[in-house]
């Protein structure tokens, strides 16, 4: 079974600051999806950013980014430029690339503070 | 973008009552469903995984008899929880899939939060 972990409960980032947030995986499979959510106190799931695990190329989305290291099984979130609106709880999320719909397992989440 | 609603987004009831819970995907079609439960400041667990038209498949540990997952069409799942108890009490949140690929994002409905009294 596959694992995900975020070792940072709790992170902390000034207003216009870059902060990066961790997540590491456990998997035997060669073909895979990560992703990192969002969930503000409203508590929508609000998906961030998404990674192909056969692509060595890095996403990014205007102010976020990743770090994908595969052979490590790492993948942190980059956050530039950080915004109040960014304060959340973050997940970081694996998904099997079975060819069908897959289920979502999820990390433990770190929650993000913005201050001013 | 794809919309999933999911309702009600608040339940305060009675112990022994039952309570549904409808997620709906407004403009595409949804061939898988999946449902999680979330405690306060933890994770998403996922409950269980339903495809339009056939059973559920629900993960280990979480009693079928007791959350009852209907979908009966390519846009609307249920979930019932049968004869609530304090227990029970937790975030509920759907997520629906098109397409039937993996590639496909996932989108997440914005939750139910039920309280068995």
């Known amino acids: 079974a596959q694992t995900v972990t975020q070792s940072q409960p709790e992170m902390s980032v000034q207003e216009a600051e870059t902060v990066t947030l961790s997540c590491t995986y456990d998997?035997?499979?060669?073909?895979?999806?990560l992703f990192w959510y969002k969930q503000p106190p409203s508590r929508q799931m609000i998906l961030v950013i998404r990674?192909?695990?056969?692509?060595?190329q890095n996403a990014t989305e205007n102010r976020f980014s990743v770090n994908f290291q595969k052979a490590a099984k790492s993948f942190s979130l980059k956050i530039s430029d950080s915004q109040l609106g960014d304060a959340a709880m973050y997940f970081c999320a694996y998904r099997s690339d079975t060819g069908t719909a897959s289920k979502l397992t999820f990390g433990t989440g770190t929650r993000l503070q913005v201050t001013l | 973008g794809a919309v999933v609603s999911q309702h009600p987004s608040r339940v305060i009831c009675k112990s022994g009552t039952s309570v549904k819970i409808e997620c709906r995907s407004l403009?595409?079609?949804?061939?898988?469903m999946f449902w999680y439960r979330q405690f306060p400041k933890q994770s998403l667990m996922l409950m269980a995984t339903s495809n339009e038209g056939s059973k559920a498949t629900y993960e280990q540990g979480v009693e079928k008899d007791k959350f009852l997952i209907n979908h009966a069409s390519l846009t609307l799942s249920t979930l019932t929880v049968t004869s609530a108890h304090p227990e029970d009490s937790s975030f509920y949140i759907c997520s629906a899939q098109g397409g039937g690929y993996s590639n496909q994002p996932q989108h997440f409905g914005d939750g139910t939060r039920l309280s068995i009294l």
């Open positions: 998997t035997s499979e060669s073909d895979y999806y």
């Open positions: 990674q192909e695990a056969y692509k060595q």
């Open positions: 403009d595409f079609q949804a061939t898988t």
